[in-house]
């Protein structure tokens, strides 16, 4: 066992086989955690941006476009979440694998970007919560 992924596969495995008593649905439980972990240090995730139509830049609206909001409605603001949902349209678009995960510029993730804007929004505009949920299907397979 030379490769990173293989000692991180065996800190994973050391970190499970130390948990005592656990029961039939947590030992399920890591055996789908472990399985889907190994997955995403196996397979290679890469996009090949070549063949998507990217959007038109005139219909692409960003943070600096929107209008400041005024300073006596900044309490609106601190009751929004973000609510950043994993799954769904990923087998349309031909996915196999999580695409939270997957390298889409510049060496980060969908996830990381997801991270990287909330933090923009909680350090520049208002304190928000970030919830980062699972589509079942996903998590399932």
């Given amino acids: 066992m030379n490769s990173t992924n293989d000692q991180l596969k065996l800190k994973l495995k050391k970190f499970f086989d130390e948990i005592p008593d ?4 947590s030992k ?10 190994n997955q995403f240090l196996d397979d290679q995730h890469y996009i090949d941006w070549s063949s998507w139509k990217f959007i038109d830049e005139k219909s ?8 400041v909001l005024d300073s006596s409605r900044i309490n609106i603001l601190n009751k ?9 349209l990923g087998t349309t678009m031909g996915c196999t694998k999580a695409k939270s995960f997957i ?8 996830l990381d970007l997801a991270i990287l804007n909330h933090e923009v929004c909680v350090f ?10 699972g589509y079942y299907h996903t998590i399932i397979h």
């Fill in 103 to 110: 390298e889409v510029r510049d060496g980060f993730t969908f």
């Fill in 60 to 67: 692409q609206v960003t943070l600096d476009d929107l209008p």
């Fill in 80 to 88: 929004l979440a973000v609510i950043k949902l994993n799954g769904g």
């Fill in 22 to 25: 656990q029961s039939a649905k």
């Fill in 28 to 37: 399920q439980d890591v055996v789908i955690f472990r399985d889907l972990y």
């Fill in 124 to 133: 520049e505009r208002c304190f928000c919560l970030l919830d980062v949920n």
